[in-house]
């Protein structure tokens, strides 16, 4: 099936107009999924549709292992897998604002951290994990697999080889805004512990996290003695086997995962990744002609958000004040590149027309910017 021959948007092609890089645009049909009536989610009922969720949930992450569910941003599923699995030394690889904080908080849980730094805007390289791991023994590692906040994605298959083949630590993956929009393969790249969130490339409002998990980790939490209440691995896996969550779920938001997982398996991974993939060529030529630059690295381009220098004496804040005029929700950049850079997401059911219109809508509202510049100068001669 091609991009062409599946309407992603369901009627909406070239009218999103919403490109926060998360929470992202949702389809109307999703949205009304969350009015679904209230049942407990200790009935029959409640397991028919969890049990199908569960179901599907392997095809996202590309694991004939478990997969499940967590009503907590993908943050809570990071905090579970440290809790859950880990007591001996954590590294975490930190190349932006969102891998930076999973290894504070490891840190925070007391836990032996020590960090591969690596400038914002590059992607983490297997060659430096690998140093670290011959190095020391290290017990888990974090990874981001699309950095966020600056746009910029590692090779995740390569640095699993490497983890692999150095060490035995667990391998634990953030694929928040990779998940369904580029390629996540959690059993062939050796994944123990993969974290999404639903309102990135899903395309879900905000509330639950998905996760997928391997025996090794299962193994290592059984094998953990105190691994917490909320967010136990093991808790959450064996109610999982009884198509139930251990306290209460997100019902909402349940209903319209069950709704949308439908929707991305219709349009298939392969052909939603190459949707992606197209969004990101179309900034990419822009970019050659508008005078936007990217912030991270040539061959690290997110194929989900682009975090973009805007050109020459225009500034960034106030071009996205300028673009709100058109009824358009730009991103901004974020952490410490907030009020020079902004964000572009193009993730989840938004399509290549509509990501045309808003580069169009960049260059119409850099012209009214610049055409300010002479009026006011003159003014103050």
Partial sequence: MSTEQ??????????????????????????????GPMMSHRSAAFSDLYGKILDRLPKLF????????????????????????????????????????WGEMSKKLGLETDILKVDWGKPILADDVKAKLLAKKYAAVTVVHNE???????????????????????????????????????DEWGIDIAVCGSQKALALPPGIALFSVSEKALEAARNKKFRGLYLD???????????????TPSLPLLYAMDVQLDH??????????ARHHEMLSVIEEWTKTSGFRFFPVDGAHSPTVSSLYPPEGISAVELNKVIKNEGITPGSGYGKVKETNIRIGHMGD??????????????????KLRAKVPAAAGAGA
Avoid: M
């Fill in 62 to 101: 590309r694991t004939k292992g478990a997969a499940h569910t967590l009503a907590t941003s993908a943050t809570g599923v990071w905090e579970a897998a440290l809790v859950s699995c880990v007591e001996g030394p954590v590294l975490a690889c930190c190349n932006g604002a969102f891998s930076d904080k």
């Fill in 148 to 186: 966020t906040s600056t746009g910029t994605i590692s090779d995740i298959a390569a640095i699993c080889k490497v983890i692999k083949e150095n060490s035995d630590a667990l391998i634990f993956v953030d694929v928040v805004t990779s998940l369904a929009g580029t390629k996540v393969e959690v």
């Fill in 264 to 273: 991305i398996l219709a349009e298939g991974l392969e052909n939603r990744w």
């Fill in 6 to 35: 599946f309407d992603s948007t369901s009627g909406f092609a070239g009218k999103v107009k919403f490109f926060n890089p998360g929470p992202v645009w949702v389809r109307p049909q999703v949205l009304a999924a969350l009015g």
């Fill in 233 to 247: 691995i093991i808790d959450v896996h064996e109610f999982g086997k009884k198509k139930q969550n251990p306290t």
């Fill in 350 to 367: 938004v399509d290549v027309e509509s990501i045309r219109n808003l580069l169009a809508a960049y260059d119409r509202c850099v012209e």
